[in-house]
């Protein structure tokens, strides 16, 4: 869809990443590290600035006391940091729960793994937990369960219901939580986020993962960080030696600076994301698209089916971008079936006057195009 966009002009609300750089103190510390020379290879587990960084972020905002020379790996960007867990801690035959609509580089590096993942399919619009499947899914083989709150592609924070549940489950299943938590910094509507290594019992069974990437508005960097105990981290650890070894010092400094910043700049750019999907929710909504609520991510979900629109879901996308000028994504990629419904998601880390002149364009060629 993003080359689409390319091709046919048409504004890109397909693929998650800012329109605006972050802060530009943070990669005035890259450059400055870059340029006093930190530009070796640095440690395996990542320089000792950056670990220690992420344990006091985990200290400051949920109490977690870490040891950042043991408990701490700094990767190339969440996604190496999840493959480095799915190939550190799993082993052939192996399952692992994940809810769908998932983010999809879980499935094809868990299969990698040996392993197979056992779907949950979260029910929309809502994106509810379907408490009995869940039960049912796990078993006897289950190593690990993957959550993704605040998650991608719904926009769902996982209430505190539900990780009380899953902590259950995966306790009782002597278990690990791989929880990718990426959007840790962007949550709605005064919700607080909970990492679930905070629950009572997962301490010990959680490898919690963030990325500077979402938290600092760099995805570029690709800046990932791994917090788990020193016994889950050792197989992690191997499987990132011989992934990547280690990552940019020179961003990785400039990530540490980062982690240190007052909380203002945190609730800042929640604040300032939340605007925006008022801002895109309001808009998709008064042009009849079904939005489902959404509570945190650079991303919300909503059904087409009151539309003027034929075709599916991968149709009225492409019709989208050509005719309308608007790029957005079908749900299909984030479920193995490739079934993902009536339902698109729209990216809203745009600029406010991007997401208007989006709305605009949608206007327009729904007006043109009434039935
Ligand atoms: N997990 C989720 C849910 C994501 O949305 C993304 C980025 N789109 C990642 C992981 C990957 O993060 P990174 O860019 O740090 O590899």
């Known amino acids: 869809m993003s080359s689409l966009a390319v091709d046919e002009g048409a504004i890109n609300l397909g693929q998650g990443f800012p329109d605006e750089d972050g802060p530009e103190d943070i990669i005035a510390e890259a450059t400055r590290a870059m340029l006093t020379g930190d530009n070796q290879y640095p440690p395996m587990m990542g320089i000792s600035e950056l670990r220690q960084a992420v344990a006091n972020h985990n200290k400051r905002f949920y109490g977690l006391d870490v040891d950042w020379a043991t408990e701490v790996m700094v990767t190339s960007g969440a996604t190496e940091a999840l493959a480095d867990c799915f190939f550190g801690l799993l082993n052939p035959g192996d399952e692992v729960i994940v809810f769908e609509p998932a983010y999809d580089s879980y499935l094809p590096i868990i299969e990698r793994a040996g392993a197979s993942a056992v779907i949950v399919p979260l029910i929309p619009p809502n994106w509810q937990i379907p408490t009995e499947r869940l039960v049912r899914a796990f078993g006897p083989k289950t190593k690990a369960v993957v959550i993704n709150s605040p998650m991608n592609p719904t926009g769902k924070v996982f209430t505190a219901e539900e990780l009380a549940l899953i902590a259950d489950l995966t306790i009782s299943h002597d278990a690990y939580a791989i929880c990718d938590e990426v959007y840790e910094h962007l949550v709605f509507d005064s919700i607080k986020h909970v990492p679930i290594m905070t629950l009572p019992g997962m301490r010990e069974r959680t490898a919690r993962i963030g990325s500077a990437g979402k938290t600092f508005s760099l995805t570029g960097w690709k800046i990932g960080y791994i917090t788990a105990s020193a016994e889950v981290m050792k197989g992690i650890s191997r499987a990132h030696q011989y992934t990547t070894y ?94 993902g419904g009536n339902i698109l998601r729209f990216c809203f880390c745009k600029k406010p006057e991007v997401l208007h002149e989006a709305i605009d364009r949608l206007a327009t060629y729904f007006s043109n195009n009434a039935k």
């Open 246 to 339: 280690t990552t940019a010092p020179g961003l990785q400094a400039g990530v540490a600076y980062g982690l240190g910043k007052p909380d203002s700049y945190f609730s800042d750019l929640a604040m300032d994301m939340q605007g925006k999907r008022d801002l895109i929710c309001n808009g998709l909504s008064a042009l009849g698209f079904e939005m489902a609520p959404c509570q945190g991510t650079y991303f919300v979900t909503g059904d087409f089916s009151g539309l003027p629109l034929e075709g599916t879901a991968d149709d009225v996308c492409r019709k989208l971008t050509i005719d309308a000028k608007v790029a957005t994504i079908p749900m299909g990629p984030f479920y193995s079936d490739g079934n």
